[in-house]
Structure formats: C-alpha cells, structure tokens
T-cell receptor
Framework: AQSVTQPDIHITVSEGASLELRCNYS??????LFWYVQSPGQGLQLLLK??????LVQGIKGFEAEFKRSQSSFNLRKPSVHWSDAAEYFC?????????????FGRGTSLIVHP | NAGVTQTPKFQVLKTGQSMTLQCAQD?????MYWYRQDPGMGLRLIYY???????DKGEVPNGYNVSRLNKREFSLRLESAAPSQTSVYFC?????????????FGDGTRLSIL
C-alpha cells in the first residue's frame, strides 16, 4: 500500500522568498503524484500532477515540483512567494491500497507568509 | 461553472440527531468521494462510489452511510451523530476511479455536534 509523508506541519516564509514544501512517498512502483492547495474556507484545488516522463512538472500559480525516485520525494517549489499563497498544501500519491486505487493524501503543510 | 456543490455549508447538530449531507457535480464524472478533514489528520476517505450504482467503504466508514442517488448526486448520512463526528466534510469527484485521477472538490460542510 502506498503512503505519503509531509514532514513539515507549518512553514513560514517572507513574501518574495523562495519556497520548498517536502513530500515523501512510499510505493513499490512509479507512483502517480499530486499536489493540491486549500485556501481558507475552500476545498482542495489541483496544483500539478506527475505520472511519468520529465521529472520536473509545472503547475498553476507559478508552482513546480520535482520527482526524485532515488529520494522517494516530490517536493513543491516556488521561486517567489506571494501573500496570496498562504494556504494548506497537500501531497497525494496514487497506487493500490486496501483494494482501491484512490490516491492517499498527506496530512498537509500550512504555509504562512509574512509581509 | 459550478463543479462540485455541497449543501449545507454549516450545520450544528445535537448528539443523537440525524443528518444528510448533499453533494452534486455537474462535470459528468463517474466517481465520487466523501472525506472528512480534522486538524493534523489531513483528509480521510469515508466512502466512495466508483460509478453509479456502487459504493464502497473507505478508511473511516463507521457511523456513516452513503447513497449514490444518480450519476450527479452522492449523499452522506449520519444516522446518530456523535461529537467525534465534528469535522469538515468534503465531497469530491473524478472522471474515473483510479490512482491517476485528479479529484475536484467542493467547498466543504462544516459540521459541529454538541
């Protein structure tokens, strides 16, 4: 069964600074990987996904993520954070688990942006 | 573009009361899901429906029932609400069930049980 770990519960950055949110997964084969963002009071929105091919994937809102098989990681990055990026970020991994193939979500990382 | 619509947005119940949370999607998706979100726990799958006419248990199904009314609608019922069911509930949908399927989420129902 797949699992996903987001080691950081909270991350604080200054506006304009770069950002990296960590995601580690456990899965035997090449996984399907996702990053979602949840703004306060709203549902989750897909930022980007990785299935195969180029290990650096571009998403919406200026985000990118890099798949590193050797490190079992799929970290989310942004070169310059805006105050509107303050939100909860969830990594998810897809693969067989308990008889279903529904992606499993990490516990989330809360991003705080200081002016 | 409505996407996934959940009703109600907020609800307060007393212990032992029953309630049905409604969810509808207008994207012609086959699969639908119910999650609960609790602080520090991320999203946990309660039930899902891979296609119209089928439902299956997720990680935390106890205390809940679901109905896939038609392709568009998927409801979640609490028969006898308990304080432990205080949470934010999200409905989601995807084109198909599968590990490579991105999900589309509603804005959630915030449920408090006293």
């Amino acid at each position: 069964a797949q699992s996903v770990t987001q080691p950081d519960i909270h991350i604080t950055v200054s506006e304009g600074a770069s950002l990296e949110l960590r995601c580690n997964y456990s899965y035997g084969a090449t996984p399907y990987l996702f990053w979602y963002v949840q703004s306060p009071g709203q549902g989750l929105q897909l930022l980007l996904k990785y299935f195969s091919g180029d290990t650096l994937v571009q998403g919406i809102k200026g985000f990118e993520a890099e798949f590193k098989r050797s490190q079992s990681s799929f970290n989310l990055r942004k070169p310059s954070v805006h105050w509107s990026d303050a939100a909860e970020y969830f990594c998810a991994v897809g693969g067989p688990s308990g008889g279903s193939y529904i992606p499993t979500f990490g516990r989330g990382t809360s991003l705080i942006v200081h002016p | 573009n409505a996407g996934v619509t959940q009703t109600p947005k907020f609800q307060v119940l007393k212990t032992g009361q029953s309630m049905t949370l409604q969810c509808a999607q207008d994207m012609n998706h086959n699969s639908m899901y119910w999650y609960r979100q609790d602080p520090g726990m991320g999203l946990r799958l309660i039930y899902y429906s891979a296609s119209e006419g089928t439902t299956d248990k997720g990680e935390v199904p106890n205390g809940y029932n679901v109905s896939r009314l038609n392709k568009r609608e998927f409801s979640l019922r609490l028969e006898s609400a308990a304080p432990s069911q205080t949470s934010v509930y999200f409905c989601a949908s995807s084109v198909l069930e599968g590990p490579n399927q991105p999900q589309h989420f509603g804005d959630g129902t915030r449920l408090s049980i006293l």
